[in-house]
């Protein structure tokens, strides 16, 4: 996988304003064009998975594959759902209270999980997101155990269009605090630290600090992702945050393109979003997903954004080639 | 004194790798450690720069203990390095490297990032300023868009001297800079170390090579975890018990 530093390069394609201003508008004005609500709730959830899996996604960048993922958006639900439903807190405290106990836990076991990596680091992340199940199961009189946890006050009522456009802005936001962050210096510094550790020490990177830096903001989002979740859907059970949650979030990375920000964007929509679309084949969907992970394993080594890159790149070479040819 | 060793020992659960062993450097020299292979040169960098745990003694730089830091702090001092095969961020561009390196000076928190202020755009700027000045310096501007590791081995080691540059060093160490080059690959190299030297770095190397030996102030020749002889080249290679470590005890066979 190549990091491209597009802070380098000439302005890309992500920085082109009117792309931007068009695909806002489109995104703004599609409510008034859906009637289904069941329509609106997949992509409400679309919004909800996309920061989940690009803020899992920013945490990998630093070379870290942080199989507690779904478990920390776990922690985000039910902090802020327990706060709200036994404690009275309204969903607009409790949902920033979610996320910050979400981060918190984050930097707290990032300082003695720095110390491992690789395959170890993931090993021991994924123990602290089952572990993180147990306590849900363990405490089930505030957080209703296996059972799951019903009636958690709502956010913005019942209706799912004013969700649609909360989680449009905070997707938005999201997305562009993460891709901020990419494309300059900590993100610089997260992909040096997962090129060669020893070398990033060797020019003064503290390789902890911005481990944890790094865990610290995808769990935030996890958490922010999580809580309002929460508060969207009023019932929460622990299968959403569980290891084959987290899996699944690796899954649309991976198909995706991991090597680029928007590749766990384009890894949510084909594979969770449109297999919802398709309601018909929602039973073949394991076996579907299946054969795309394993396509996308063996034929696109950069996932499905690579490919498409790729793809664009050779047809402008094409197109330049043409150029010169036709040129006397 | 830039540098100081005095009595460090490492000790490998029971192996003694290195041995009470004693070493200053002075501003400005360009000094070579030498020794047959195993002989711990290359743990004598790892403990300088603290990617080792030193078992015994201590090390000053530039007046500092620098005994129990941590390679980052090492580095934040002023003591760059290349390692032995020079490993490098392989998926970013030869620019890349050397940008990503300017860690240190000038500094930007991730908050200033995130917002883009003013100062954290000035800073970038002037960052890949100097970043292209560097590989001007070494010879490395006509490659800068090179992938790391589509570099043939030559470029790789220059551009390890790149990134340690970037630290803004005071003291430069290099782990076998021409191991396993070309002659015309050991040209870059030297021409590299040599402009790196003009600026004032102190540099010590290790080094089999004699072509590059000889470029040096003075060598420190090591055997077994031990200092066996130091001084001039000429010195050196008379003295009798680098001979005995190279070539074996003539006498016991």
Not at chain 1, 39 to 57: E, G, K, P
Not at chain 1, 203 to 215: D, F, K, L, Q, T
Not at chain 1, 312 to 327: G, I, M, P, Q, V
Not at chain 2, 109 to 137: D, F, G, P
Request: hydrophobic letters at 50%.
């Amino acid at each position: 996988m190549k990091w491209k530093l597009p802070y380098l390069s000439t302005r890309g394609n992500m920085a082109k304003p009117g792309f931007w201003a068009g695909l806002l508008i489109i995104l703004l004005v599609l409510p008034l064009f859906i009637k289904s609500p069941y329509l609106i709730h997949i992509i409400n959830m679309t919004f909800i998975y996309i920061i989940l899996t690009v803020s899992f996604r920013t945490i990998m960048t630093s070379g870290q594959l942080p199989l507690a993922h779904a478990g920390f958006m776990g922690i985000g639900a039910y902090v802020s759902a327990i706060a709200a439903k036994w404690f009275g807190l309204t969903p607009w405290l409790s949902i920033p209270l979610g996320a910050l106990v979400a981060m918190g836990v984050g930097i707290l076991i990032g300082y003695p999980f720095a110390r491992l990596r690789a395959v170890y680091y993931a090993m021991i992340s994924l123990f602290f997101g089952m572990l993180i199940l147990s306590a849900v199961k363990a405490f089930a009189k505030w957080t209703g155990g296996a059972a799951g946890l019903t009636a958690i006050p709502p956010l913005l009522g019942f209706s799912k269009v004013p969700y649609y456009y909360f989680f449009l802005g905070l997707t938005a936001v999201s997305l562009l605090v993460l891709y901020r962050l990419e494309i300059s210096r900590p993100g610089v510094t997260w992909k040096a630290i997962a090129q060669s550790h020893l070398v990033a020490a060797s020019v003064g990177i503290n390789e902890a600090r911005y481990r944890i830096i790094a865990s610290a903001i995808g769990c935030l989002f996890a958490g922010i992702a999580g809580a309002t979740y929460a508060h969207y859907n009023t019932v929460v059970g622990t299968t959403s945050f569980s290891f084959m949650a987290t899996i699944m979030l690796l899954i649309y990375v991976v198909v995706g393109g991991v090597g680029s920000f928007i590749g766990p964007i384009v890894g949510v929509f084909l594979l969770m979003t449109v297999p919802e679309l398709l309601r018909e084949l929602r039973e073949y969907v394991p076996y579907i997903s299946a054969a795309i992970v394993l396509i996308v394993v063996f034929l696109m080594p950069k996932g499905v954004t690579g490919l498409v890159k790729s793809f664009l790149s050779w047809l402008a070479e094409l197109w330049k080639s043409r150029r010169t040819s036709d040129a006397p | 004194m830039l540098l100081e060793l005095h009595k460090v020992s490492k000790h490998f659960s029971g192996l003694v790798a290195v041995d009470n062993f004693d070493m200053s450097i002075g501003a400005g020299e360009l000094v070579g450690l030498i020794g047959p292979n195993g002989a711990g040169k290359s743990t004598i960098f790892n403990l300088i720069t603290g990617v080792l745990p030193v078992t015994k003694g201590k090390i000053i730089f530039d007046g500092e203990d620098i005994t129990d830091k941590r390679p980052h702090e090492v580095a934040e001092l002023g003591v760059g390095r290349t390692f032995q095969l020079n490993p490098l961020f392989s998926d970013f561009t030869v620019l890349e490297n050397v940008v990503a390196s300017f860690h240190l000076r000038p500094k930007s928190s991730v908050l200033s990032a995130l917002l883009n202020t003013t100062t954290y755009r000035k800073h970038e700027a002037s960052i890949k300023e100097q970043a292209m000045e560097i590989l001007k310096l070494l010879g490395l501007d006509k490659v800068k868009d090179e992938l790391g590791k589509h570099l043939p081995h030559g470029h790789r080691l220059v551009l390890g001297i790149a990134r340690a540059l970037a630290v803004k060093p005071k003291l430069l160490l290099l782990d076998e800079p021409t191991r396993g080059m070309s002659l015309e690959e050991i040209d870059l190299a030297l021409g590299a170390i040599e402009r790196v030297c003009q600026q004032g770095v102190t540099i010590v190397l290790v080094e089999h090579n004699m072509e590059v030996i000889d470029f040096c102030d003075r060598v420190v020749v090591m055997s077994f975890g031990r200092k066996i002889a130091e001084g001039s080249i000429d010195q050196v290679r008379k003295n009798e018990e680098v001979i005995k470590a190279y070539l074996g005890d003539i006498n016991a066979a």
